[in-house]
C-alpha cells in the first residue's frame, strides 16, 4: 500500500463542477508534486513544492486548475470548471528533496460526464 | 523536451533479457527509473547521476551516458512480475520529466 495518501479514489462529476483532491506526503518529504496521467502516457508534472512554496507550474492550465500547499505539509488541488478533457489520473508524489526517490500515493481516477 | 523511450512495447518468455532504452535531446543532471503496474501507482526502481554510472539491483541494472544523453535498463532472466510499464525520467534542473513509457510484458 502506498505510504503517499490521497483521496478521493475515484470521482465522477459533470463538466462545469468543481473538483477537489487531497494529498498527504511521506511526514518529513519537503518537495511534493501533482501530476496528471492519461492512459498509455506518462505522469505528466502540473505543480511541484519545495515546502509550501511553488517551484515549478510552468504546465498547470491556471485559468481553472489552482493548487496550495499551505504549511508545507498536506495539498489540494482544485479544478474549477472542469472540462471533459481533464478527464485522467491524478497522482500525487512526494520526495525528501527535489531530484530524490519519488513515491506515489494511489492517485485520484477523474471521469468528467 | 519529454525523453524518448524505446521500445514502446515487449514481450519476453520468463528468462529472457530486455533492454529499455532512453534518451533526451538536452543535456541531463540525471535519470530516474519507475515501473508501473496496471492500475496501480508508479515505484521507483532507481536514480542515475551524471558520470556515467551504472547502478543495479538483483536481475535489474541500468547505465547513464551524459555525452550521448541516453541511459538503458537491463533486465536480466526476466520474471512475470517484471511485467508492467517502465518509465524514465529526465531532470536537466530539479524537475523530472517522464518518458511516454515502454510495455513490457512477461509470458510463461
Known amino acids: 500500500e502506498a505510504e503517499v495518501a490521497q483521496s478521493p479514489r475515484y470521482k465522477i462529476t459533470e463538466k462545469s463542477q468543481a473538483v477537489a483532491f487531497w494529498c498527504d506526503p511521506i511526514s518529513g518529504h519537503a518537495t511534493l508534486y501533482w501530476y496528471r496521467q492519461i492512459l498509455g502516457q506518462g505522469p505528466e508534472l502540473l505543480v511541484q513544492f519545495q515546502d509550501e512554496s511553488v517551484v515549478d507550474d510552468s504546465q498547470l492550465p491556471k485559468d481553472r486548475f489552482s493548487a496550495e500547499r499551505l504549511k508545507g505539509v498536506d495539498s489540494t488541488l482544485k479544478i474549477q470548471p472542469a472540462e471533459l478533457g481533464d478527464s485522467a489520473m491524478y497522482l500525487c508524489a512526494s520526495s525528501l528533496t527535489a531530484n530524490q526517490p519519488q513515491h506515489f500515493g494511489d492517485g485520484t481516477r477523474l471521469s468528467i460526464l | 523536451q519529454q525523453p524518448v523511450q524505446s521500445p514502446q512495447a515487449v514481450i519476453l518468455r520468463e528468462g529472457e533479457d530486455a533492454v529499455i532504452n532512453c534518451s533526451s535531446s538536452k543535456a541531463l543532471y540525471s535519470v530516474h527509473w519507475y515501473r508501473q503496474k496496471h492500475g496501480e501507482a508508479p515505484v521507483f526502481l532507481m536514480i542515475l547521476l551524471k558520470g556515467g554510472e551504472q547502478k543495479g539491483h538483483e536481475k535489474i541494472s541500468a547505465s547513464f551516458n551524459e555525452k550521448k544523453q541516453q541511459s538503458s535498463l537491463y533486465l536480466t532472466a526476466s520474471q512475470l512480475s517484471y511485467s508492467g510499464t517502465y518509465f524514465c525520467?529526465?531532470?536537466?534542473?530539479?524537475?523530472?520529466?517522464f518518458g511516454p513509457g515502454t510495455s513490457l510484458s512477461v509470458i510463461p
Open positions: 525520467g529526465t531532470t536537466s534542473y530539479d524537475k523530472v520529466i
